[in-house]
């Protein structure tokens, strides 16, 4: 974990309606024993007071590039320097695109270009905004510079959608930055993971496919970049949005994400195989809808390709994380299937009756070959946490770091 005991917090307030939520996160840094200065941007001066932050943090608050007081002693890089971290929350979309290209037109934005501390991001806007590809090339641009986001979360809007879009909370928020992920367990390293179900066609309208929704291997994808990795996400046919610095190619059949998978692991250190693939797929496909005629359809199910025995199989083989999926003797089913694959960790969980699939929790039992650890049930994106802590831990223990840390790191060796 980490303390923010005497930790120097610069926290930057954007015109967000969720910046009501921010006097709270400022207390709560405070109750955490952070050293806490504010400053607001001019939409967020109109939705909160300057004098609500200055109360709560017990500093002055900061909004103006040209406060000529503070610039006399060239405040902005003052506080540039103070700060051991930069925390904006809520960060507007336009915020976002300002960090994204550089832009110094703001006290805000020019602070996150004289810092060389952390900067973290916390999301608020409307889903739309969210979801449009322009902001999600500015995450992703800002992911690939080290910059970490927290959340947006999904549910009920200001406005009256529901989406992502939503600011974490001040308490989550706190939670994940205590989190030990921060000297980056996974920094540097390359991870590949899959996700979500696959649909395999009977004709041109009907598919075959499972109840899979991928939230669980969105939010590993999403854990791992937060823990340092550059991740590449392979996914099946979800309405998910792609996890900030993530890079994404989406797949529709079990063809695709094993010609995708291999395609892409090359070089990879670690691959944990989250998505649902379908084991058996239509042998032949009409060109046209079949008719309904006789009073039985009769369909030919060819058996896919098994990705996680193939890439576990590989001469230079990534860490390999499997999953199960299980309705009955978990432990048991899971054990085989680890043995059988001969993978390096295993992660199984209970579904059906209404545990597993479209849920926000999970609960998961990790195995390897000499150990395992239960973890209770929560929700996927604090399960992927603790689930990416497991996989770095086992992962640094094994042959394959050293081999990874010297293509990674030659001079060292």
């Known amino acids: 974990?980490?303390?923010?005991?005497?930790?120097?917090?610069?926290?930057?307030?954007?015109?967000?309606?969720?910046?009501?939520?921010?006097?709270?996160?400022?207390?709560?840094?405070?109750?955490?024993?952070?050293?806490?200065?504010?400053?607001?941007?001019?939409?967020?001066e109109k939705l909160v007071s300057p004098a609500v932050f200055q109360a709560v943090s017990g500093e002055p608050v900061r909004g103006d590039l040209w406060?000529?007081?503070?610039?006399?002693?060239?405040?902005h890089i003052e506080?540039?320097?103070?700060?051991?971290?930069?925390?904006?929350?809520?960060?507007?979309?336009?915020?976002?695109?300002?960090?994204a290209n550089g832009n110094a037109d703001s006290l805000l934005s020019t602070l996150c270009l004289a810092t060389e501390s952390p900067i973290v991001i916390a999301p608020s806007m409307n889903q739309a905004m969210y979801r449009n590809d322009s902001t999600q090339a500015n995450i992703n641009s800002l992911g690939r510079r080290n910059v970490r986001f927290i959340g947006p979360d999904v549910g009920d809007q200001a406005c009256g959608d529901v989406g992502p879009g939503r600011m974490t909370e001040p308490a989550e928020i706190i939670a994940q930055l205590t989190l030990s992920d921060a000297a980056g367990a996974l920094r540097g390293l390359k991870i590949m993971v899959t996700a979500g179900p696959t649909r395999e066609p009977i004709d041109p309208v009907r598919f075959v496919s499972n109840r899979s929704s991928g939230k669980m291997g969105f939010a590993v994808a999403r854990a791992a970049a937060?823990?340092?990795?550059?991740?590449?996400?392979?996914?099946?046919?979800?309405?998910?949005?792609?996890?900030?610095?993530?890079?994404?190619?989406?797949?529709?059949?079990a063809l695709e994400m094993?010609?995708?998978?291999?395609?892409?692991?090359?070089?990879?250190?670690?691959?944990?195989?989250?998505a649902a693939i379908s084991d058996y797929r239509p042998e032949s496909v009409p060109s046209q809808k079949i008719k309904k005629h006789d009073?039985?359809?009769?369909?030919?199910?060819?058996?896919?390709?098994?990705?996680?025995?193939?890439?576990?199989?590989?001469?230079?083989?990534?860490?390999?994380?499997?999953?199960?999926?299980?309705t009955e003797k978990l432990e048991e089913h899971a054990m085989l299937k680890l043995n059988r694959k001969k993978l390096d960790m295993i992660v199984a969980n209970l579904v059906g009756d209404n545990s597993g699939f479209d849920r926000d929790d999970n609960a998961a039992l990790v195995m390897w070959a000499d150990g395992r650890v239960s973890l209770p049930n929560m929700s996927k994106v604090d399960l992927s946490r603790?689930?990416?802590?497991?996989?770095?831990?086992?992962?640094?223990?094994?042959?394959?770091?050293?081999?990874?840390?010297?293509?990674?790191?030659?001079?060292?060796?």
Do not use: C
């Not at 506080?79 to 809520?90: C, E």
């Not at 094993?258 to 989250?274: E, L, P, Q, R």
């Open 386 to 413: 603790r689930l990416i802590a497991v996989v770095a831990e086992r992962f640094r223990t094994s042959g394959r770091f050293i081999a990874a840390d010297l293509r990674h790191n030659p001079v060292a060796y």
């Open 258 to 274: 094993y010609d995708a998978a291999m395609d892409s692991i090359a070089g990879k250190d670690i691959y944990v195989g989250a």
């Open 79 to 99: 506080l540039a320097k103070w700060a051991d971290m930069v925390l904006i929350a809520p960060a507007t979309a336009n915020v976002i695109a300002q960090l």
């Open 295 to 326: 009073e039985r359809f009769i369909l030919e199910m060819a058996k896919s390709p098994d990705l996680l025995a193939a890439i576990a199989a590989l001469d230079s083989a990534p860490f390999t994380v499997g999953f199960a999926a299980e």
């Open 1 to 44: 974990m980490i303390d923010l005991q005497n930790k120097k917090i610069l926290l930057g307030v954007s015109g967000s309606i969720a910046a009501y939520k921010s006097p709270d996160l400022v207390r709560r840094l405070k109750d955490r024993g952070a050293d806490v200065r504010v400053v607001l941007t001019a939409s967020a």
């Open 226 to 253: 937060d823990a340092g990795a550059h991740v590449t996400l392979i996914a099946g046919p979800v309405s998910l949005p792609t996890p900030p610095g993530v890079e994404r190619v989406n797949v529709q059949t």
């Open 67 to 75: 406060d000529e007081q503070a610039e006399a002693a060239m405040g």
